[in-house]
T-cell receptor, first 115, second 115 residues
C-alpha cells in the first residue's frame, strides 16, 4: 500500500540552527500538508501546498518557516532559525484532491528536538 | 482556542463491548467531521468521516453520529477489539475556508480495550 514517508525520524538541533524536514508524498497525490504536534497538545495545521505554491497557512507558519517541492517528489519543510518552542512532532500529509472525504494520508512523523 | 474538544483524555473498555468516544465543537462554520486513529510511533490514520448534512455514517464496526444542534459528535466502535487500542482524534474542517483538508484537531482520547 502506498504511504507517505518522512525523514529524519528524529532530529536534535541547537537553537538558532536551520532544520529541513523531508517528505515523500504518495505519488499520485496533488495536495501536500504539514501539521505538527507539540508534546501533550493537539495536532495543528501549519500549511497546505498545491501546484507548487502555498494554498493556505496558519498563524504558526511565520517567516521562519518555508516549504518547497524542489524536484517533484520531495516536499520539504524548512525552519530557518529554530526556537525551543519549535520542538514537536512534525507530520507530513498528502491527499488526492481538496474535496471529498477528508482522507489525508499522514507520514509517521519527524520528531524535532531543539536544545 | 479549543474549537474542537475531546473532554475525555482516556477511556477503557472490555473486549466485545461498545466504545463511545465523544467530541464537541464550537465553530458553527465546521461542516465536515472526521475521526483519525493513531498508534504510537505512527502518523494519524483516517477512520471515518461525516458531512454536516448527515447525522450518521456507518462503516463496519465504526459509526459516527453528528448532533448539529448540540455541536456534538461521537464515534461508536462495536464490538471493541484489543487492536482498537490507540489514540482517537476528532477533527473538523470548513469547506468555506477553501479546503476541506485544513483540519482542526481535538487533543485526542486514548482508548484501551482490555482482553
Amino acid at each position: 500500500e502506498p504511504e507517505v514517508t518522512q525523514t529524519p525520524s528524529h532530529q536534535v538541533t541547537q537553537m538558532g540552527q536551520e532544520v529541513i524536514l523531508r517528505c515523500v508524498p504518495i505519488s499520485n497525490h496533488l495536495y501536500f500538508y504539514w501539521y505538527r504536534q507539540i508534546l501533550g497538545q493537539k495536532v495543528e495545521f501549519l500549511v497546505s501546498f498545491y501546484n507548487n505554491e502555498i494554498s493556505e497557512k496558519s498563524e504558526i507558519f511565520d517567516d521562519q518557516f518555508s516549504v518547497e517541492r524542489p524536484d517533484g517528489s520531495n516536499f520539504t519543510l524548512k525552519i530557518r532559525s529554530t526556537k525551543l518552542e519549535d520542538s514537536a512532532m512534525y507530520f507530513c500529509a498528502s491527499s488526492k484532491d481538496s474535496m471529498g472525504t477528508g482522507e489525508l494520508f499522514f507520514g509517521e512523523g519527524s520528531r524535532l528536538t531543539v536544545l | 482556542d479549543q474549537q474542537v474538544k475531546q473532554n475525555s483524555p482516556s477511556l477503557s473498555v472490555q473486549e466485545g463491548r461498545i466504545s463511545i468516544l465523544n467530541c464537541d465543537y464550537t465553530n458553527s462554520m465546521f461542516d465536515y467531521f472526521l475521526w483519525y486513529k493513531k498508534y504510537p510511533a505512527e502518523g494519524p490514520t483516517f477512520l471515518i468521516s461525516i458531512s454536516s448534512i448527515k447525522d450518521k455514517n456507518e462503516d463496519g464496526r465504526f459509526t459516527v453520529f453528528l448532533n448539529k444542534s448540540a455541536k456534538h459528535l461521537s464515534l461508536h466502535i462495536v464490538p471493541s477489539q484489543p487492536g482498537d487500542s490507540a489514540v482517537y482524534f476528532c477533527a473538523a474542517s470548513s469547506n468555506s475556508g477553501g479546503s476541506n483538508y485544513k483540519l482542526t484537531f481535538g487533543k485526542g482520547t486514548l482508548l484501551t480495550v482490555n482482553p
